[in-house]
């Protein structure tokens, strides 16, 4: 009964997207007017904070959430000013943890400092190789700030979301504008797009293996299914030749030849070993037609030659037949 009562209790689902996470959140819009790019004020478990609205959660069940946090109401320009000003306060949080990052010489690099819309909470987003005991600087934030402090230790993909940057392609890093969530992505996905593994070249700004190898994954796979694989032996018209490389997206292969020749071809050029005995067979079977027009073709010209030489003897033949019958005068 009481999950009935939630669900009709929940309004609207909306996305909403906080400066300093690239997670988006589910809140309840309520009956409030807002819409994709208005900045709104919501409550969360730290308090209360200035968040984008996304868009619509539209197909997302409310049974299969938890609490749902509501959106209070539109943010109005004294809240985007008192957000300014919070941002502002940051860089002070921020460069007074790092002097005592440097005094207690900890393994630590700090990456951001967020805090609550109603100043209740800071929150220091750290990296490290391995976990830090990091009470003595907490003891020391506190001290300074008389407010709640939490550490939290972060991945170098979540840092990089967290600050954002520009990708090797040239655009804006994919987890920073718009993934909702880090893709499993792994070496053998590089495999299959047959792209070079050089660490430079398939890693991101985070050190990590970029996330985008996994937006063709799956069309790389099913296409690769059909593709025979580098070094294994396929059926051309050339005969029995083995495959060098092949161009999963266009479907074509490069192979070598018995004769040691490199090729191209496309997959559709693939042939059994039927079909190649056969296209043998027909070969052969025109080669032995040919052969046999080109003995004929011989043999009408033996003929001709013959003919041509048997001519002129017989005119003469009958030159000197008709001067022997011609009488004397």
Known sequence: ??????????KRLVWVKFISTPTPYIFDGKDLDVKRDDMVLVDTEMGQSIGKILGDAS???PKDLGEIKPVLRKATEADLKKMEQIIKEGDTYFNFCIE???ERALPMKLS???QAFDKSKVTFYFTAEARVDFRDLLKDLVEKFKTRIELRQIGSRLEAAMLGGIGSCG???????FLQNFHRVSVK????QNLNLNPNKISGVCGKLKCCLAYEEEAYSD???SMPKPGKSVYLEQGKCTVVSVNVMAQTLVAKTPDKRFINASLSEIITEEEFLHLQEKAEDARTKMHEQ???EQKKQETVKENAQVAPERRSSRKRRRRKGKPHE
């Open 1 to 10: 009964m009481e999950e009935t009562i939630e669900e009709t209790n929940v």
């Open 59 to 61: 197909g997302v069940n």
């Open 100 to 102: 005592k990052i440097k």
């Open 112 to 114: 951001k400092v967020d």
């Open 171 to 177: 655009k804006e890093l994919c987890c920073a504008k």
């Open 189 to 192: 996905m590089a495999k299959d």
């Open 223 to 225: 296409l690769g299914d």
């Open 294 to 296: 080109k003995k004929q």
